[in-house]
């Protein structure tokens, strides 16, 4: 079935840039999707990507997908303490009845 | 102020107890979902509803049951028959089910600990 991997932590240094990783499962998915969720908040949409681009940029954040591969990845510059965060990375598998798959979440600790 | 409303924020049952949680969006979107959170996994499925008075299961429905009477309110029965019901529970909710570019936005959650 569809499946989406992450590592569970991430420890980076503040001003440092941090490289969370994902793979997918399903290369039907037309949208990806990088999801930020502090403690005890609901999810926030931070950003996704369209299957047929390689990068998206948005100020601080750059995601980069590689299809061939299917991995995805979201690198954040000059990282900073609020960045201190669960970050997930989901697809939307045209098969599966147009509803998201989730990834565990990474935890990303910026340290001072 | 839009947005997505859950209630409460936290919230303690006794075994054996069905008990509900609320969920209210001011977006005007027609579809809702409710997820299940645990440590380390992804977020789950329970149910998600595409339209007023329409409701189908996602992948773990069982032990739970909704309801849509009106647009802006999903709520979410956990029921005595959910083995282990103890999680963070997070409803969302978009403009239109399945549209392509179609995002889901979230409300705060509930954490639901059983005692």
């Known amino acids: 079935g569809e499946d989406v991997e992450q590592s569970l932590f991430l420890s980076v240094r503040e001003g440092d840039s941090s490289v969370i990783n994902c793979t997918y499962t399903?290369?039907?998915?037309?949208?990806l999707y990088w999801y930020k969720q502090e403690p005890g908040a609901g999810l926030q949409l931070l950003t996704y990507?369209?299957?047929?681009?390689d990068m998206k940029q948005d100020q601080r954040l750059t995601v980069l997908l590689n299809k061939k591969d299917k991995h995805l990845s979201l690198r954040i510059a000059d990282t900073q303490t609020g960045d201190s965060a669960i970050y997930f990375c989901?697809?939307?598998?045209?098969?599966?009845?147009?509803?998201?798959?989730f990834g565990p979440g990474t935890r990303l600790s910026v340290l001072p | 102020d839009g947005g997505i409303t859950q209630s409460p924020k936290y919230l303690f049952r006794k075994e054996g107890q069905n008990v509900t949680l609320s969920c209210e969006q001011n977006?005007?979107?027609?579809?809702m979902y409710w997820y299940r959170q645990d440590p380390g996994q992804g977020l789950r499925l329970i149910y998600y509803?595409?339209?007023?008075?329409?409701?189908q299961k996602g992948d773990i429905a069982e032990g739970y049951s909704v309801s849509r009477e009106k647009k802006e309110s999903f709520p979410l029965t956990v029921t005595s028959a959910q083995k282990n019901p103890t999680a963070f529970y997070l409803c969302?909710?978009?403009?239109?089910?399945?549209?392509?570019?179609?995002?889901?936005?979230f409300g705060p959650g509930t954490r639901l600990t059983v005692l």
């Open positions: 969302a909710s978009s403009m239109r089910y399945a549209a392509i570019t179609d995002t889901q936005y």
């Open positions: 399903d290369s039907s998915s037309t949208y």
């Open positions: 990507i369209f299957s047929n681009m």
């Open positions: 989901a697809e939307r598998p045209v098969n599966y009845g147009q509803n998201f798959v």
């Open positions: 977006l005007n979107h027609d579809a």
């Open positions: 509803s595409q339209i007023v008075n329409d409701f």
